[in-house]
C-alpha cells in the first residue's frame, strides 16, 4: 500500500485513527476500502460480494461506536473483510485464507475487536445476547451491536435469540444488512417469502408521508403535541402492522428502525449516533448492495460470492488446468439422472444449491427442488416429512453445517427408521476457509447414530454408484461424505451399479502391513505403498467404503494374515473409520493385532491449501508412507526386545 494510492486509509490503523477524521471525509475512505478490498482479493481469492456491500456499513459502525470497548459482533466472516481493514490487519489482507495468513472469518485469537468468532450463520444475535447480559452482570458499560444478513433471518436460531432479547430488554442493537440474497444461488437467490413485501412497503411514499407529516406537526404544538404523537405512534403502529412485516421485530420486542440506505456513509453514523443512545433491543434495517461498487461483482452476485484469483479489470477468474470434474458437479449430474429414473426422489438443500451441486436438479427439475435457506434442522425434519409419505429425499449439505441438524438426524430420521439420503459435501480438510468449514468430525458423529448407514468414494464412479445404492436401499437413513475439490478423473461408466451394502474391496496386495482406508483417502494409500514398496515394504491396500457397517469379513481375512493393519481417514480418530475397525476387531476376538489409527488430531487444522494441511498432518501420499514405515520400525524394536 502507498500513500499516494490510499491517502486516508493508509492512516488508518485502528478506528481510533478513523475516528480522528472529519464525517465528510468517510465517503472517501469508504471508496479506499472499497478499491483496496478489490486489489486484495484479486490476488488472493476468498469471500467478496458481501464484503464490497458492507464496507460503508463497516466505516460507519467503526465510526459512531467505540470500537473495540463497544462490541462489534459480525455474522459469519463473508461480510466482515471492510473490518479486518480498519482493525489493524490493512497490511496482512494479502496473506487472507492462506497457510499462517489471516483467517477468512471471525477469530478471536486474531484480533480483539473480533469479538465472537463465527463461520456458521445465524450466531451474532445470540452471542451478542449473551455479550449485554455477561456487561450488566459485571456492571459494566459498552455497546452491544451484532450484525448480521438476510440470509441469516431464515435460520430459526436469529428468531430465538430476538425473542429472548425482547424478553430480557437487555441493551443491544441488531443491524440487518439487507443484500436481497438470502440463498446462495445463482438461479434462485430470494428465498424470503415476504422480503420484496417488506422493502416495498416501507418505503412507500404514502406510509412515509404520513409518518413524516405527523410528527412535524406535533412537533410545533409542545405538551399537547407529546400527547398527540402518543397517539400516533398508536396509529402508526396498526398501519405498519397492516402494512409491514417490520412488526414483526417489534412483537419479538425490538424497536425497529428502516429501512435506510446502507450505502450513505454519513448517514449511516448520524442513525448509529442516535439508536446507541437509546435503551432495549433495537434493529436497524440497511439496504446494501452485494457486490457494491466493482461491476462484475454486482452482476455476479453468486459467483463472485467466493472467488478464487480473478483478473481486476474483467472479474475474470483464472482457469483450473485439471480437466476433471468437480465431485460436487459429478454428485449434481448424477442426482439428475437417478431423479429420471425415480419418480419419488428429491432434492433438498440450505441455501446452497450451487455448493452442493442441486443447481442441476433446479435446472432440469425445479419442482423437485426445493432450498429451504439457512436451516439445516428444517431441512433435514422436512426431509424427513417427505420420507413419511414415501418420497425419497436426498438432503445435500455440507459436512460441517450438517452438524447444527445432529438431533432431526436422530430424533426425525433414525429414530424412526426413516429412509433420507443424507449427501456431506465438503468430507475432509477444505482448505482455505479452515476450521469452522472442515468437515473432520461426521464419520463420528454419524457412526454413533443407530440405523445409519455411512459410506465414502474413492473416485467419482464410486460416488455416482453409492448414490444409486443410497436410493435403493428403503430401509432408513443413509449417507454419503465426499471432499471438495475435482475427482480423479475415472472415466465415467454408463449408468450405475449398486454397491452391496457393507463390502469393501481390496485394491492392492502385500504382505508387510495392510493400509485400511476410507473414501479418497485410498488413493493417498495406493501412492503411499509406491512410496513403501520403493524401500522394501509391501503393503496392502483396502478400500473398505463403508464406516459403517464395516465389512467384518474383509477384516478378518486381512487381521489374519497380515502383521499389522493401518487405518487411515481424514477425520478425526476419535469415534472414526480407525475406531470402528478396533471396535470390529473386539467383536471377531482378534485383540492382539498390531493397529496403528492415522487420521487427524485432537485439534482444529487452521486453513491453508488442502494440499499443505494433508501434508502437516502427514494424510498426504509420503506422510502415510513414513508413518506406516515408522509403525512397522517400532513393532519391529518390540518384537526383539520382546
Not at 466472516?77 to 496482512?92: E, F, M, N, S
Not at 499462517?100 to 484480533?111: D, P, V
Not at 435403493?472 to 461408466?493: L, S
Request: aromatic residues 8%; proline residues 4%.
Amino acid at each position: 500500500m502507498t500513500e499516494q494510492s490510499y491517502p486516508l486509509l493508509s492512516r488508518i490503523n485502528s478506528p481510533a485513527d478513523l475516528r480522528e477524521l472529519d464525517l465528510q471525509d468517510l465517503r472517501k475512505v469508504a471508496s479506499e476500502v472499497r478499491e483496496f478490498l478489490v486489489d486484495c482479493v484479486s490476488k488472493t481469492g476468498g469471500h467478496f460480494g458481501a464484503g464490497l456491500g458492507t464496507v460503508e456499513l463497516a466505516v460507519a459502525l467503526h465510526y459512531a461506536f467505540n470500537t473495540p470497548d463497544d462490541k462489534l459482533v459480525w455474522d459469519t466472516g463473508h461480510q466482515a473483510y471492510p473490518h479486518k481493514i480498519l482493525t489493524g490487519r490493512r497490511d496482512r489482507m494479502l496473506t487472507i485464507r492462506q497457510l499462517n495468513g489471516l483467517s477468512g472469518f471471525l477469530k478471536r485469537t486474531e484480533s480483539p475487536y473480533d469479538v465472537f468468532g463465527a463461520g456458521h450463520a445465524n450466531t451474532a444475535i445470540s452471542a451478542g445476547l449473551g455479550i449485554a447480559t455477561a456487561r450488566d452482570f459485571a456492571g459494566r458499560d459498552f455497546k452491544v451491536v451484532s450484525i448480521v444478513g438476510d440470509g441469516s433471518l431464515t435460520g430459526g436460531m436469529a428468531y430465538e435469540a430476538m425473542n429472548n432479547a425482547g424478553l430480557l430488554r437487555k441493551d443491544m442493537i441488531v443491524v440487518l444488512n439487507d443484500n436481497q440474497m438470502v440463498s446462495l444461488s445463482s438461479e434462485k437467490p430470494n428465498l424470503w417469502s415476504f422480503h420484496s413485501y417488506f422493502n416495498e412497503m416501507l418505503t412507500h411514499p404514502t406510509y412515509n408521508k404520513f409518518k413524516a407529516n405527523v410528527w412535524e406537526l406535533t412537533g410545533k404544538l409542545d405538551t399537547f403535541g407529546d400527547r398527540l404523537r402518543a397517539v400516533a405512534h398508536k396509529v402508526e403502529s396498526g398501519i405498519k402492522a397492516v402494512m409491514t412485516p417490520g412488526m414483526l421485530f417489534e412483537a419479538l420486542g425490538f424497536r425497529y428502525f428502516g429501512p435506510f440506505n446502507g450505502h450513505n456513509v454519513v448517514k449511516l453514523v448520524e442513525i448509529f449516533r442516535h439508536v446507541k443512545e437509546l435503551h432495549g433491543p433495537i434493529l436497524v434495517h440497511v439496504l446494501t448492495v452485494k457486490g457494491k461498487g466493482y461491476a462484475p461483482a454486482e452482476k455476479e452476485i453468486t459467483g463472485m460470492h467466493g472467488v478464487t484469483p480473478f483478473d481486476k479489470i474483467t472479474g475474470v477468474a483464472a482457469k483450473n488446468a485439471d480437466e476433471a470434474l468437480a465431485y460436487t458437479t459429478v454428485f449434481g449430474k448424477a442426482l439428475v439422472e437417478v431423479c429420471r429414473e425415480n419418480p419419488k426422489v428429491v432434492g433438498i438443500t440450505a441455501a446452497m444449491p450451487d455448493g452442493t451441486g442441486l443447481i442441476h436438479l433446479h435446472r432440469e427439475m425445479p419442482e423437485r427442488f426445493f432450498d429451504v435457506g439457512i436451516a439445516e434442522q428444517h431441512a433435514v425434519t422436512f426431509a424427513a416429512g417427505m420420507a413419511t409419505e414415501g418420497y425419497i429425499p436426498v438432503v445435500a449439505i455440507y459436512s460441517t453445517f450438517l452438524q447444527r441438524a445432529f438431533d432431526q438426524v436422530v430424533h426425525d430420521c433414525a429414530l424412526q427408521d426413516l429412509h433420507v439420503v443424507f449427501v456431506l459435501d465438503r468430507g475432509g480438510l477444505v482448505g482455505a476457509d479452515g476450521p469452522t468449514h472442515h468437515g473432520v468430525l461426521d464419520l463420528s458423529y454419524l457412526r454413533c447414530v443407530p440405523g445409519m448407514v455411512v459410506m465414502a468414494p474413492k473416485d467419482e464412479q464410486e460416488l455416482r454408484d453409492m448414490l444409486y445404492t443410497a436410493v435403493e436401499y428403503k430401509k432408513g437413513p443413509i449417507a454419503i461424505r465426499y471432499p471438495r475439490g475435482n475427482a480423479m478423473g475415472v472415466p465415467a461408466r454408463a449408468g450405475f451399479r449398486a454397491l452391496p451394502i457393507g463390502r469393501g474391496e481390496t485394491l492392492r496386495r502385500g504382505r508387510d502391513i495392510a493400509l485400511l482406508a476410507i473414501g479418497t483417502m485410498a488413493n493417498h494409500a495406493l501412492a503411499a505403498a509406491d512410496e513403501l514398496a520403493a524401500g522394501g515394504i509391501e503393503a496392502e491396500v483396502l478400500n473398505f467404503r463403508f464406516v459403517k457397517p464395516l465389512d467384518m469379513d474383509l477384516l478378518r481375512d486381512v487381521a489374519t494374515r497380515l502383521p499389522a493393519l493401518m487405518t487411515i481417514e481424514d477425520n478425526v480418530t476419535q469415534g472414526g473409520f480407525g475406531s470402528a475397525v478396533l471396535e470390529g476387531l473386539q467383536e471377531l476376538g482378534l485383540t492382539d493385532v498390531w493397529v496403528k489409527l492415522h487420521g487427524l488430531p485432537d485439534a482444529y487444522v487452521e486453513h491453508g491449501t488442502p494440499q499443505e494441511l494433508y501434508r502437516i498432518v502427514h494424510l498426504d501420499p509420503a506422510g502415510i508412507a513414513g508413518v506406516a514405515a515408522s509403525f512397522l520400525g517400532s513393532r519391529q524394536r518390540h518384537d526383539v526386545t520382546a
